[in-house]
């Protein structure tokens, strides 16, 4: 019993570390985009539920119009902000994607009327997951009744946590190889000078030598 405890435990907070839920604001006298950044190794999928509602300020309640559309674009911070992702999708919808190259990927919501900016505020609940392909398409799944079904999950679970480690070690090996390049550089650079210094010092103690019997005090 005790167990099956420990594994209902593992999995309840890899699951914790994985899904998130939050809400934002758009237009009116909010920022027309708003921007969050997610840190993906290769082959994760990123997966997205959102409903986007307008604000009635003669019901002073959320609505949704049917003139809503949310345009989200996904970039590749580490690429120079190269663009991936471009959608325009309906106010209550989902997104998925999967990421190319690892590294810190940058999410961008706006909300759309008619290919314009919405003129109205707009409330976003946002919901997101994510994982490896089977990770994400198992939590649509019923729940799981067996312990053997746990276990796989938590074998899922894993996998996505070795790739969050491998992405921290190649990470680390590009700091290392960035510090010994400088303390490399920096080496070279205080040896130049302290020959260039050399250098100078026997120059001009040979010019004081010749002028010191040039004027036959030596």
């Known amino acids: 019993m005790h167990c099956i405890l420990s594994v209902l435990s593992l999995v309840l907070a890899i699951c914790i570390q994985q ?5 934002f604001y758009l237009g009116g006298d909010k920022p027309q985009e708003q ?14 539920k959102h409903h986007a509602m307008e604000y009635d300020p003669n019901t002073q309640q959320y609505t949704r119009p049917s003139n809503l559309y949310l345009q989200v674009t996904i970039e590749e911070v580490f690429d120079n902000n190269h663009r991936v992702y471009n959608q325009k999708l309906e106010s209550v919808g989902d997104a998925t994607f999967t990421a190319f190259d690892s590294g810190e990927h940058k999410i961008c919501y706006r909300a759309m009327s008619g ?10 609940i946002l919901d997101i997951a994510r994982g490896t392909s089977a990770n994400i398409d198992s939590s649509n799944s019923k729940k799981l009744s067996t312990l ?10 894993m996998e996505h946590i070795k790739h969050e480690q491998h992405l921290m070690r190649e990470r680390e090996a590009s700091f290392r190889d960035q510090s010994e390049s400088t303390n490399a ?21 040979h010019h004081l030598r010749g002028f010191f019997m040039k004027q036959k005090l030596v």
């Open 148 to 157: 053997a079904e746990r276990v796989r999950d938590i074998n899922a679970k």
């Open 185 to 205: 550089n920096t080496i070279k650079w205080t040896l130049f000078q302290i020959v260039a210094l050399g250098a100078t010092c026997a120059w001009q103690l």
């Open 115 to 124: 290919g314009w900016f919405h003129p109205s505020k707009v409330k976003v």
């Open 35 to 48: 921007c969050f950044y997610q840190d993906l190794h290769e082959d994760t999928v990123l997966a997205t």
């Open 19 to 23: 899904v998130s839920a939050f809400h």
